[in-house]
């Protein structure tokens, strides 16, 4: 066995650690798909709304200087940002609960006694 395939216990001596699927830490949502959904969500979006835009732009032949301009403004500028935000507020709050498993982490205590000294009373 390889040496990655073992973890040191706290005690001492190996423990063997059964080696991870690829999809494993996606299954048993370890690792969220989410902020990558949102992040894809985003781009295609812009794709899309730049596409309209041009679209609806050289189609525009009707329309005054006002109107193309309000046009271009919602589809070049308007689109693209509210699809920015909701992303950015989908991958705020996976980015949150990653910190703080990480706080979590710091400061758990390395031994766990299992007694609480509000359970003495």
Same mark, same amino acid.
């Given at each position: =066995? ?7 216990? /706290? ?10 699927? /690829? +999809? ?17 969500? +985003?781009?295609?979006?812009? !794709?899309?709304? +730049? ?19 309000? =046009? ?7 689109? /693209?940002?509210? %699809?920015?935000?909701?992303?950015? %507020? &989908? !991958?705020? &709050? ?6 703080? !498993? ?20």
């Amino acid at each position: =066995m390889s040496k990655q395939d073992h973890s040191k216990k /706290p005690g001492g001596g190996y423990q063997y650690r059964r080696p991870e699927a /690829p +999809f494993s830490d996606v299954l048993t949502f370890r690792k969220m798909i989410a902020p990558l959904l949102a992040k894809i969500f +985003f781009w295609v979006g812009t !794709v899309i709304s +730049f596409i309209l835009g041009i679209v609806a732009l050289t189609n525009s032949r009707h329309l005054s200087s006002d109107g193309t301009f309000m =046009m271009v403004l919602t589809f070049f500028v308007i689109y /693209p940002a509210i %699809l920015r935000i909701w992303s950015e %507020l &989908v !991958v705020l &709050v996976f980015r949150m609960n990653t910190t703080l !498993v990480a706080i979590r982490k710091n400061t758990e205590s390395p031994v766990d006694t299992g007694s609480d000294s509000s359970e003495a009373e």
